[in-house]
């Protein structure tokens, strides 16, 4: 049986801002990991962290405003931002270069950073991300970008993350989120109390629907298509994609494997948006073989 590998957990100055990040590991290539809206490093790379770290230095910043990094009021949160932040975050780090995962929106992160500042990315990992295909947006989404609506609503799921049973948040969260499988694992009572601290951070509220309103002139989402910018790419590119997905269809997933020869596609079975957390074991076999190739 392999060795636990101990993860530490900290925060770093990146310019203005203290960034907490979750680290450890040593091993090349150095791992970067880039988590989706309304998530962090520490909650979203859970399961994948400690199987990842026996072979590499991993690195799982929260993005700011996500997470415990500070949450700037006024904060010019999108995502070009987010992707400037990282950059800045490896060279406070002393790396040149990185293999770097993103999920969902996080993966639009990542394919910003691997197209603007291609010499930092060795190795590109997507999983179930935006970028790739015009998502299948719930009604929440829409209601997010309203003045007044967007903040009643994270009110209620404020208010619900508090006081709602579990039970009944991993109802909602099969229904709206995309998570299908294994849901009292993959939504447990660990990651709910990280849910609560999050909801509860001051500042967080106005961050995700910043981010959220950013993304609103593209076409609700759509116009965050970068399909047709995906030969720009020459790093060796992995897609996982959780078959169920019900945000982002996994026929985004066929289409850039297509577009990009070379590339590699594992999509695994029964899982919803989150593979990483709903099938950890198949997820991390999969990246551990990509980042070992």
Not at 44 to 50: A, K, M, Q, S, V
Not at 66 to 84: C, E, H, N, Q, S
């Amino acid at each position: 049986m392999a060795t636990a590998v101990r993860l530490e957990s900290g925060f770093v100055k990146v310019g203005r801002l203290s960034v907490h990040h979750t680290y450890g590991g040593k091993g090349a290539p150095p791992v970067l990991f880039v988590h989706g809206l309304g998530s962090s490093g520490y909650i979203e790379w859970r399961f994948t962290l400690p199987a990842i770290a026996r072979r590499h230095r991993v690195l799982a910043p929260d993005l700011p405003g996500f997470g415990r990094t500070d949450k700037p009021r006024g904060g010019r949160y999108g995502i070009a931002y987010f992707a400037r932040a990282l950059v800045r975050y490896l060279d406070i780090q002393e790396l040149a270069r990185v293999a770097v995962v993103g999920t969902s929106m996080g993966g639009r992160v990542a394919l910003e950073l691997a197209l603007r500042a291609p010499g930092r990315v060795e190795r590109l990992v997507l999983v179930n991300a935006l970028g790739l295909g015009r998502p299948q947006l719930q009604l929440l989404y829409p209601l997010m970008f309203l003045p007044r609506v967007g903040e009643a609503a994270m009110h209620v799921a404020k208010t619900a993350v508090r006081r709602v049973p579990p039970a009944m948040i991993r109802r909602f969260a099969a229904r709206y989120a995309g998570i299908t499988a294994d849901l009292e694992r993959t939504m447990d009572d660990a990651y709910l109390d990280d849910l609560r601290e999050m909801y509860a951070a001051e500042g967080y509220t106005d961050a995700y629907l910043s981010t959220v309103r950013s993304m609103a002139p593209a076409g609700l989402f759509g116009g965050h298509d970068l399909s047709a910018s995906l030969g720009r790419l020459k790093m060796p590119v992995q897609l996982i994609w959780g078959s169920n997905d019900p945000l982002f269809p996994v026929a985004h997933a066929t289409r850039a494997h297509q577009l990009l020869p070379g590339s590699r596609l594992a999509v695994i079975e029964g899982a919803g948006h989150t593979p990483q957390a709903e099938r950890p074991d198949e997820f991390n076999r999969v990246l551990s073989r990509f980042l070992a190739a």
